[in-house]
Structure formats: C-alpha cells, structure tokens
C-alpha cells in the first residue's frame, strides 16, 4: 500500500525513489512484522489462554512429559503469525502483483481450516479436530485454484513444467497436469510444517530459514539480469514474493520470542497450516518446486517418518520408530527437547545452503 501510494507523489523525493527497490520493501516489511508481532503478542496470549482454559488438548499417546510440561499452554499462537505477515505484506508490497494476492489466498484460506480444527480441538477437549478426509479437500481446493491462478499469471510456455535444479536445461512438461502437481506440493508441503510443529521452537526456525532462502530465490528469478545470469527460469513480477517472504521472517522471529523454550503458547494449525502452504505456494510460483524438498527437507523426513511408521505398522504389526514424527522417537529414547530442536536447526540450516547451491550449480 505504501508503494502504491508513494506513486502519487512527485518522483524527485527521496523516499519515492527507495521505495522502488524491492530490497528496501522487504526490510521494512520484515521489520514491520516483527514489531507487529512484538506489540500484539503479549496481549494475544492474554487472550488465548483466558478463552481456553486449559489450552491445548495433549495427546495421551505422546511423550510422558508432554503431560505435565506442556500441560495449560495456550494454542493458536499462528495468529500472531497470520496477522504479522497480511499486515506488514500489504503495506509494503505492489498491490497490483497477483503473485503476492495468490500467495496470501492460500495462506490465509489454510489459516482458516486451522483456526477452526484448532478450534474444536480446545472446545472439545479432543486432539483430533477438522475430520481428515474434510481438512484434504478443503486444502486441495484451495491448492487448485491457487495452482491455476499462478499458472494464468505466469502465461508462459514454461509455467506448466517442473523445472529441475542443477540441470539448466531439464524441464518435465505437465501441460494440464501442473495445477494437479502444484496443489499437491502445497498440501505436502502445509502438512509437513504441520507433522513438524510437536516440539517449542521445532517448527518456526525451519520456516525462517526456508523463507529467507525463497526471499532470495523470488528477488533473483523476479530479475531478468539475475536470472539469466544464473540460467534460472525468469519469472516476471515473482520478485514481489521476497516482501512476503521476508514479512515472513519477521513474524517468525516475533512468533519465536514467545515460543521459545518454555513455550508461552503453541503455534497451533492455524499457524503450521497457512505457512506451510505459503510456502508451497511460493515455491510453485519462483519454479522452484523441488529446491522445496532440499531446504525444507527436514519437514519432508519428518513426513517419511510419519508413513514409514504407518505404512509397517500395518503391514507387519511393528514400529519402525519408537514413535512418530521422528522428533518424537529421539524423545524416547531419551534425548532433551533442546537438543532436538537445536540439532535439527542445524540440519536445516545445511540444507538450506545446499538448496542455496543449486542456483549457482549448472
């Protein structure tokens, strides 16, 4: 909204002619979110934890612990997130892209089926929530059209392939099929921050990494110089996305205030919902669909982990695992929460620069 405004007024100000760098918008809307989140999130837990009471529902087949540790903190904390991101998005990025509106139709539709699966959670008393099979096709809904959308804005030969890394010139054409493939990644990709979010601090630090790698991602294949500079697929207008990326950043990093060790409040579906999904969408619209898989590949172990530990269950009666998400299973066997979560910050982190790699790599 700033930008757009700032065009109304004479082009020799100062602040006109910043506000056109990307760059710039996108520090400020990280800033912008985190003060966002700052100022709202004291009075948010407030209010949470006097609307549920004895907050989140704790799964009685989960880590002992959980019950008496975990026990009275509040959920929904992705609010927090969800209200930093919409508000510090619109007013610094160019309310005429439509990657940005697709992006935040998908967040913010996600961010709705949780707030109502967390919902039931606290008003039930039941750690189930939204029905499974009501929560899939309401998130594939969402993931088509979303799909469909980024495919009638990209209006390119090339916007309906998988474009491969490292491999300049691999690109697997799905014509019709690529919204069908988008909207899997977005709900793959909901679902696994989802899987992930078990453990305070676990799930939030992996999405900053992953969105300041897909900041970068969006302002490189948004530049035409950049982009052919480095053999990537150019996207026209997708430079936009690192204002919400970076507002992401910043309402992470607010988020983890408050929910690092000892959680003042959890993030809840609303919240590992709605950024998984925008990152999905974000990864669906830069052309960089399984660039995903790498830097965000420790929510796709933790997923492997979940239908590994299903999938032999029933087959054979045995676990794999003591208990999944694997997280869980390091918790049995006796690991500190803190070194989980810092451990797996690590593994994030190289993945990310392995994911980082691959730009340069052709």
Known sequence: MIFNLSRLLPEHFAAVNLLRYITFRSACACLTALVVSFLLGPGMIRWLRSMQGQGQPIREDGPERHLIEKKGTPTMGGLLILFAVIISTLL????????????????????????VDDYRKVTKRDSKGVNGRVKLIVQAAAGLITAIWIVWLARDPLGTAVMFPVFKDLALPLGMAFPVFGMLVMMGSSNAVNLTDGLDGLAIVPTIITAGVFALIAYLVGNHIFADYLQLHWVAGAGELMVFCAALIGAGMGFLWFNAPPAAVFMGDIGSLSIGGALGAVAVATKHEIVLCIVGGLFVVETISVIVQVFWYKRTGNRVFLMAPLHHHFEKKGWAEPTIVIRFWIISMILALVGLATLKIR
């Not at 610094?92 to 707030?115: C, E, K, Q």
């Open 92 to 115: 610094w990025v160019d309310l005429r892209n439509g990657y940005v509106w697709a992006v935040l139709f998908v967040t913010v539709t996600y961010g709705a089926l949780g707030f």
